[in-house]
Structures are given as structure tokens and as C-alpha cells.
């Protein structure tokens, strides 16, 4: 279906070996297209509600929760399963086998069987055989500094500082979000005529956002429960800034990289956005919008702490860009070509995380058209092969739009150091040292760039023999090129789909990789613990149940309010 | 048990490279083996029957060319499952239809046929008339016929057994596929011979059973669920202390 941003006449995009650098890409930032933002939307523009069916949690929290959520199209159900977990067995890796909650989001009515069935085999996540009823599986674990803090102060019936969550924003922290047919649950494809559930990735954000809700009701109960005379609800600032964390490692990449059609349309979606947005004349009230926009941004990158030395270092040059770009912008008048000109002046002076901020902010100022493209986040996924192609098309396809793979170079070590493998211990996702470890021979194909590599050196000599010869007369002659050449194929005609990176490379960087999907999927606070696993925080600073509201959008001046919370900064708690 | 559509093809991907296809043939079989179940076609019972001469096989042996001109190609896959190494065969159909409008392709010596349907969608997917037909060796003898409209995801099926048959001493083990760029190949059950009316799937049919299997899952029994995940084992590295820290976690969550 056509949007009004295909009516736009010649959307500049930027060319593909700018935006698709791995390094650019791992220097992105939640935007207003990020699927929590865009979730969160739609709740308020569709005034979903969510009421508590079951509290069933003793005094020490354990026990069982269920939501229903009732949305204008359907009626789902979460359920929230807290158990006591000892110390040693609390772990964010995928091999760890309990949580402190587990959890799913049901589609339609949760009966007692389907409860007893759940209760049966949510906690065991992977272990157990989930009903196919289950929208998302998902588990989280505490936080628990910040969980111990915020019941000891509720129940003395203080509220706890605020300064706690701009270090750590959550009380719990998700370990995987499971959709798409996982251990049993529903294929995503049930959803994809399903209006409420239809984009990628957003049966996943509303579980999440729903085990926020329950994280706030959970510290209250206990709080309530050990000093019934003293103990304060969590004020609503504080609800607000309360986001959910996400702890995650190399699982992020194999996604990217097996997913190249969908990485597209994320990308394009996001570019376009981008040149529209620069297409705009600016006024001086966008300006100041932008300036508005870019101070909040600084305080939130000031405020934001990690233990992570790089990303500290980074996190401080973006504070300096934005401190740069303000000075900018102050000084610059709003001219018909201010968009370009402060775009073409950071890419001189400003870190790729500045960059990436102002292009993210821009798109906030034109949420008209912009918004309209979130419907395009999705795609049917399929590699086809077009075998009556000539080979030598496809090998000139090769030069001309995967240069990059070809600068591969097979003769030198550090183009091959690392290698992407599963192990043994629950599939977790791991990456090895060619040369000094063992299971290379096992390893998950996720270099692209090597791979057309070596089609195109095959394809090289496969038509010195058949000049004329068709890409199906090649892959009889190669029969393991054929998934390769089918993606060459396809993505051929995409300018977005394949990261630019040789992910074999000594010098590759997976975290770029992680925070490039969690970019999309709206996540903040990027905290790593390692150069291949980081905790970031999502829906911090976004609109409560409660809040979501908008008289079924027609409430426009409401439905932005609700929608600005990007960037959140530590909020100052009135207490009179 | 019950799994979900994504469930079996992922973990048919991963069994048929621990058995050693290549990438893209493991892909296209587990793709094959769930869509015939997704659609009641029996992916899973076929799956069952072909995996013990699934791992006997050598994978590298491709389907050999024995005649082709410009319209016709008759190629040999070595008594081979179909799940193997056939696609390219069907591949190469499709290119000579697209030069030339229509093509047929017969392919020797395979078993596991019926699982070919799975792999045809993807041809009507791309804009391809195709009709499959074949002979099982049953007695009575059966003949299948599958056509795929241009552009439409599923078959109309017909499977039928013949009462009279002139003698013929050549093996069922073929396939012929006949793919046309502009006119329907739609099965029409019209004969001389006198035949019986076996089944008879329409796209509807299989179109709610698609539904259906997305709703309730699909039902795969244990035993060979456990030897799909034993092969797709095979690709897992031991583990090992250095492996260990390769997943660059941190080393507590207590916080």
C-alpha cells in the first residue's frame, strides 16, 4: 500500500556504504520509528486498556499475576509467573535455567487448563512445550539494588531517589523475549492480519511494556505488605522513568544477518523518514523545536552512567557534539537550507553518535508523514532465485553493488580471525579465534562478504569457460553457491539490506551489531559489560497504562504529548 | 508433540546441514517438509520415511544432465531424495520456460517426490504455471498430478488410481514438470483409461488447513523429533572454559 511518504517527489537517501557501515550503524539511536515508540502509539491512539484479572502474589511477591488486555480488535491476557531464585542460579545468559519471573502473552481467554498447562512450562522457558496460543515467552531477572531500594522506601513511606534509575533504570531486566513460533508458541505469520500485533517485533514490546506495569504493582505489594501503615505508592514521575532492562549478547547477530530483507525495510524506512525530514523547510519555530529537542538529549547523555570505559568515552563526545551543534544552531539563522547545512557541518565536527542524534531528532519534528511508514517495518521474507539470469550479470551485479565484500582478501589472517558458532551449552551464540580455538568447521555462516567472495572468484572462472553461460548452469556446476547467489539476487535490488562489515574481521566489533537491532527495536542507556554483551534499558520515560488515552486519536494535542518521551532525563519529584 | 511452523523448519534446517547438505538445499528441504505439513500434505510422514536413505546418501552427487535442448531436460538424480539435491533441476525448468514460454523437465530416479509440492510454490510464487506429474508403483497404480496457477501459493492436487494400464516395464521413479509462462496447467481429470477419482485437493482445502496448522500447531511424533534434533546437534561446538567467556557475558547478575 502507498504512503504519503511514496508521493514525496525525489527523496535524497543517503547511499548505502554510508548508512550500511557497520560502525555507523552501531552508532544509532532509538527513534520515533524504534517499535516501542511506535507501540506505544498505537495503545494510545487505539486507547488500549489494561485491567489486573488475578493478583495472586504472597508477602513475599511469588506467586501469579494475569492482565487482560481488551484492545478495539481483540482480547489477550498476560501472565506473570514470580518465584523465589537463589542467588547462583540468577543469570542473564541464555544457559541459565531460572528466573526471577517468567512470562507470556496470551491470545484470547486464559482458561484454567491453559493456566495449568502455563504454570507447567513458562517457568521453564526453553525447557518446557509452550501452548501455541502463546503470543511471546519471556523472562526477566531483578535488578536488585534497585528493587531492594524502592521497597525499602516505599514501605518507610518515602520515595526512592530518583538518581537510582538514572543508573540503573529498571527493576527487572528481560534475558530473551521469545516470538515467532519458539519451543511451540504461535508463528508470527498468525499475526500478520492480526492489527494489533502485526508489526515486527510488537507482540515482544507490549510483553515487555506489560512486565513494567507489573514490575511498579510488585514493589508496591511489597511494600504495602511490610508496612501496611507507612507504605506510598511509587510516585508517577517515577513510574514514568521506570523502564524495563534487557541484558543481551551475540544472539542479536545472527538475526541481522539472517534477516536481510527485513534489516531493509528498517533501514529504508528509517532513510526515508530522514530525507524527508531534510526536504523540509525549516522556520524558526522548528528550530527552536530541534534546539529544544537536542538539550534534553544533552542532559539525558550527561546523566546516562556506565561502568564501560568506550562507551563512556563516547557518551562524553556526544555531549560535546551536542553542546557544538546547540552552539550551531544558536547562531544560525533558519534558512531554507538549514537542515542540509547542519548535517554537512556535523559530519566535519561531530562524533557518528552526534550525527546519528541530530538525524534521529529531525525526524521528531515531521511525525505527520513520518508515522505513516511505521506500517512498512514488516515484509514477507523469501531469497528467490532468478536462474535464467546471464552469470556474467550477476557477477557485474556483484562488482557494482557488493564492492565491499569483495575486499576481502583470503590470503590475510585478520580477515578470517574470528569465527560464529552455537555451543553446546543451551545454543548460545558464541564467537571463537580461528587459529586457536577449536569448531570452525561447525561455524554459523554469518560472514556474508567472504561468501560472495568467493561466488564472484568462482563465477570469475566459471565464465572463462561459459561466457554465455546462465546463473543456473553456474550453480550446477556449484551447487553450495545457491544460497548465496539467491541473495545476491535479491538483495541486488535493495539498497539497504546487507551490513557492510566482513564479520570474520580482527577488527570487527559485535557490540555494533547488538546496539544496530536494539536501535530499531527502541532501546536507551547502552551500558556494555563486555565488547560483545550489553544491558540497555527500554520504555523509560514512556506513558503508563493509566496515561493512554487520546478519545481514539481523534485528541491530537494529547497523542504527541504521549508520544514525546525520547531521551529521558532524571525528573525532579515535586513532594509537597 | 506439537510444534509451530517455524519450529519445524528451523530445526529441519539445522538436521539437514548436520546430515551435510549445503545451506541453501537445507533450507529449501525444511521449507519443503513444513509447508506439505502446514498444509496436510504429509511433510512430516514423508520426512520419516525418506531419513534413513537421507543420511545413506552422498550429498555432493548433484543431479547429472543426460539430455537437454532448448525446450526439454531430462536429468538423472542417482535414486536421491528429492530434499537433496533437486532443486536446481526444477530451477533449470523454470529458466527454460521463462526463454521460452514453456518447458518440460523430467527428472530420473528420485524417491520422496511428493515432497517436490513444498519447492513448485515457490515457482507459482514467482509468476510460473507448473504442473508436476507422476506415478507411484502401488497396485493399483496411482498417478499424482499437482498445478500450481501463476502467482497462487497453493496446488490444486489430484491423486488417482488407474484399473487397466498397458504393460510397462520402466520404473516409477520419475517426475515430469511441465512450466509455462502465460497458461494455466491446471489438472483436469479426464482420461481414457478408466480411472478412480482418489482425492482430489483444492486450493481452498489446503488453504485452511494452512489455517488451521498456524492455530493448533502440528503434530510430530517424538521419535523423529528427537533424531531431527540429534542431527541438528551436529553443528553445536563443545564447550569449553575458553568457549566459555566467548560469549562475553558478565560474570555476575547479582546486581
Known amino acids: 500500500m502507498a504512503t504519503p511518504l511514496d508521493a514525496q517527489p525525489e527523496l535524497q537517501l543517503r547511499p548505502a556504504n554510508q548508512v550500511m557501515n557497520l560502525v555507523r550503524l552501531g552508532s544509532l539511536h532509538a527513534s520515533r520509528l524504534s517499535f516501542c515508540r511506535s507501540l506505544v502509539r498505537q495503545m494510545a491512539r487505539e486507547d488500549w486498556t489494561v485491567t489486573t484479572a488475578r493478583f495472586d502474589l504472597d508477602v513475599d511477591g511469588h506467586g501469579v499475576v494475569i492482565y487482560r488486555l481488551n484492545t478495539p480488535h481483540h482480547i489477550y491476557h498476560g501472565v506473570v509467573f514470580s518465584q523465589h531464585l537463589d542467588p547462583e542460579r540468577r543469570s542473564d545468559r541464555v544457559i541459565a535455567e531460572a528466573w526471577d519471573v517468567t512470562f507470556a502473552l496470551v491470545e484470547g481467554e486464559v482458561e484454567d487448563s491453559l493456566l495449568e498447562q502455563m504454570a507447567a512450562n513458562v517457568p521453564l522457558q526453553e525447557a518446557g512445550r509452550q501452548h501455541p496460543r502463546l503470543l511471546v515467552l519471556s523472562r526477566a531477572n531483578k535488578s536488585l539494588r534497585n528493587f531492594a531500594h524502592f521497597v525499602d522506601a516505599l514501605a518507610d513511606g518515602k520515595q526512592p531517589d530518583p538518581a537510582w534509575l538514572t543508573k540503573v533504570g529498571y527493576l527487572y531486566r528481560t534475558t530473551a523475549v521469545y516470538g515467532n513460533g519458539k519451543f511451540g508458541i504461535a508463528d508470527y505469520a498468525r499475526l500478520q492480519n492480526n492489527p494489533d500485533f502485526n508489526r515486527p517485533f510488537s507482540a515482544q514490546m507490549f510483553a515487555v511494556y506489560l512486565l513494567r506495569h507489573f514490575s511498579v504493582q510488585q514493589v508496591e505489594h511489597l511494600a504495602r505488605n511490610r508496612s501496611p501503615e507507612r507504605a506510598v505508592g511509587l510516585h508517577p514521575a517515577l513510574q514514568r522513568y521506570l523502564g524495563i532492562g534487557n541484558s543481551t549478547g551475540l544472539g542479536m547477530a545472527p538475526f541481522l544477518i539472517n534477516h536481510p530483507q527485513l534489516i531493509q525495510q528498517w533501514v529504508y524506512c528509517r532513510e526515508r523518514a530522514l530525507a524527508y525530514a531534510r526536504q523540509q523547510v525549516p522556520d524558526d519555530a522548528s528550530r527552536r523545536e530541534l534546539l529544544a529537542l537536542l538539550k534534553r538529549a544533552r542532559q539525558h547523555f550527561a546523566e546516562t552512567v556506565t561502568e564501560d570505559a568506550e562507551q563512556t568515552r563516547r557518551n562524553e563526545a556526544t555531549v560535546v557534539s551536542i553542546d557544538a551543534v546547540i552552539g550551531w544552531l544558536e547562531r544560525t539563522p533558519a534558512t531554507s537550507t538549514l537542515w542540509n547545512d547542519l548535517l554537512g557541518w556535523a559530519e566535519g565536527q561531530c562524533s557518528l553518535e552526534a550525527q546519528e542524534l541530530i538525524n534521529t531528532l529531525l525526524i521528531e519534528l515531521y511525525p505527520e508523514l513520518i508515522d505513516s511508514v511505521e506500517d512498512e517495518l514488516g515484509c514477507e521474507e523469501i531469497l528467490e532465485l532468478q536462474p535464467e539470469m546471464r552469470a556474467a550479470t550477476l557477477k557485474q551485479d556483484i562488482e557494482t553493488r557488493f564492492a565491499w565484500a569483495l575486499e576481502y582478501d583470503p590470503k590475510n589472517p585478520d580477515h578470517q580471525h574470528w569465527f560464529w558458532y552455537r555451543s553446546a551449552e543451551k545454543e548460545e551464540p558464541r564467537l571463537g579465534v580461528r587459529a586457536l580455538e577449536p569448531g570452525s568447521e561447525k561455524e554459523m555462516p554469518l560472514a556474508i562478504g567472504p561468501r560472495i567472495h568467493r561466488t564472484h572468484q568462482l563465477l570469475d572462472a566459471f565464465l572463462d569457460r561459459s561466457p554465455r553461460g546462465s546463473v543456473v548452469e553456474f550453480l550446477m556446476a556449484h551447487p553450495r553457491q545457491k544460497e548465496c547467489v539467491r541473495r545476491i539476487q535479491t538483495m541486488a535490488a535493495t539498497p539497504y539490506g546487507e551490513i557492510q562489515a566482513n564479520l570474520w574481521h580482527r577488527d570487527m566489533k559485535p557490540m555494533h551489531l547488538l546496539r544496530t537491532k536494539l536501535s530499531f527495536f527502541g532501546a536507551s542507556r547502552f551500558d556494555p559489560k563486555s565488547d560483545r554483551w550489553v544491558r540497555v534499558t527500554m520504555f523509560q520515560g514512556a506513558p503508563l497504562f493509566c496515561e493512554l488515552f487520546s478519545d481514539h486519536g481523534t485528541d491530537k494535542a494529547r497523542l504527541a504529548e504521549l508520544d514525546d518521551w525520547s531521551f529521558p532525563v532524571e525528573p525532579e519529584l515535586n513532594l509537597s | 508433540?506439537?510444534?509451530?511452523?517455524?519450529?519445524?523448519?528451523?530445526?529441519?534446517?539445522?538436521?539437514?546441514?548436520?546430515?551435510?547438505?549445503?545451506?541453501?538445499?537445507?533450507?529449501?528441504?525444511?521449507?519443503?517438509?513444513?509447508?506439505?505439513?502446514?498444509?496436510?500434505?504429509?511433510?512430516?510422514?514423508?520426512?520419516?520415511?525418506?531419513?534413513?536413505?537421507?543420511?545413506?546418501?552422498?550429498?555432493?552427487?548433484?543431479?547429472?544432465?543426460?539430455?537437454?535442448?532448448?525446450?526439454?531436460?531430462?536429468?538423472?538424480?542417482?535414486?536421491?531424495?528429492?530434499?537433496?539435491?533437486?532443486?536446481?533441476?526444477?530451477?533449470?525448468?523454470?529458466?527454460?520456460?521463462?526463454?521460452?514460454?514453456?518447458?518440460?523437465?523430467?527428472?530420473?530416479?528420485?524417491?520422496?517426490?511428493?515432497?517436490?509440492?513444498?519447492?513448485?510454490?515457490?515457482?507459482?510464487?514467482?509468476?510460473?504455471?507448473?504442473?508436476?506429474?507422476?506415478?507411484?508403483?502401488?497396485?493399483?497404480?496411482?498417478?499424482?498430478?499437482?498445478g500450481f496457477k501463476a502467482g497462487h501459493p497453493v496446488p490444486e492436487i489430484c491423486l488417482y488410481s488407474l484399473e487397466n494400464t498397458p504393460d510397462d516395464t520402466e520404473k516409477n521413479d520419475g517426475i515430469t514438470l511441465i512450466m509455462a509462462n502465460h497458461v494455466d496447467l491446471l489438472p483436469s481429470l479426464r482420461s481414457e483409461y478408466e480411472l478412480t477419482n482418489l482425492m482430489r485437493q483444492t486450493e481452498e482445502d489446503l488453504e485452511r488447513q494452512r489455517d488451521r496448522a498456524l492455530v493448533e500447531g502440528m503434530d510430530v511424533d517424538d521419535e523423529l523429533w528427537h533424531n531431527l534434533k540429534s542431527l541438528a546437534d551436529r553443528l553445536l561446538v563443545e564447550a569449553t572454559d575458553a568457549s566459555r567467556s566467548g560469549a562475553g557475558a558478565g560474570t555476575s547478575d547479582n546486581d
Open chain 2, 1 to 146: 508433540m506439537k510444534v509451530s511452523f517455524n519450529e519445524l523448519q528451523g530445526i529441519g534446517r539445522k538436521a539437514f546441514i548436520g546430515i551435510g547438505f549445503a545451506e541453501g538445499d537445507a533450507i529449501d528441504a525444511a521449507e519443503m517438509v513444513a509447508w506439505m505439513e502446514a498444509h496436510g500434505l504429509g511433510g512430516v510422514e514423508a520426512l520419516k520415511k525418506g531419513l534413513r536413505f537421507l543420511l545413506a546418501e552422498d550429498h555432493s552427487e548433484s543431479p547429472t544432465l543426460v539430455y537437454q535442448d532448448e525446450d526439454f531436460s531430462v536429468l538423472d538424480a542417482h535414486n536421491h531424495s528429492i530434499l537433496g539435491n533437486a532443486s536446481l533441476a526444477v530451477e533449470l525448468g523454470y529458466a527454460r520456460a521463462r526463454g521460452r514460454g514453456l518447458s518440460v523437465t523430467k527428472i530420473r530416479h528420485c524417491h520422496n517426490r511428493i515432497l517436490i509440492i513444498g519447492y513448485l510454490s515457490r515457482l507459482a510464487r514467482r509468476g510460473m504455471n507448473v504442473t508436476a506429474f507422476w506415478r507411484n508403483a502401488h497396485d493399483p497404480l496411482t498417478e499424482l498430478v499437482v
